[in-house]
C-alpha cells in the first residue's frame, strides 16, 4: 500500500482529541476483522455470535496403515520415512530423536 507523505499528519493533540465513541467503534471494527486462520485438520472456526449448539461434526478415521509408526516420545503417527531410530525396540521420529 502506497503512503502519501504529503498528507497532514496527526499530531499528539489530535491523538488525544478523538471522541470516546470514536474509539470504541475503531475498537469493535479491528476486534470484529481478526480471525485466527491457524486451524487443525478437524478444528472449526468458532464465528462470533454463531449459535453451533445444534451443528454435529462426522469425519472419517483412518487407521494406522503398514507403511506408518507411532511414536513413542510425541505419540503422532508417521510415514516410515520419518523413522530415525528405535530404542529398545520402540519407534521414535526424526523431530523427537533431533
Known amino acids: 500500500m502506497a503512503t502519501d507523505y504529503d498528507s497532514p499528519r496527526k499530531t499528539d493533540d489530535d491523538i488525544n482529541e478523538d471522541s470516546l465513541q470514536e474509539l470504541q467503534a475503531r475498537r469493535a471494527d ?5 480471525i485466527d486462520e491457524d486451524l487443525d485438520a478437524g478444528e ?8 453451533l449448539s445444534n451443528e454435529e461434526l462426522t469425519f472419517r478415521v483412518v487407521p494406522r496403515q503398514a507403511d506408518e509408526f507411532t511414536c513413542t516420545r510425541c505419540f503422532l503417527v508417521h510415514h516410515r520415512s520419518q523413522l530415525a531410530t528405535e530404542k529398545n525396540g520402540q519407534p ?3 523431530e523427537c530423536a533431533a
Open 44 to 51: 472449526v472456526a468458532e464465528l462470533p455470535g454463531a449459535d
Open 30 to 34: 479491528k476486534a470484529a476483522s481478526i
Open 92 to 94: 521414535i521420529c526424526r
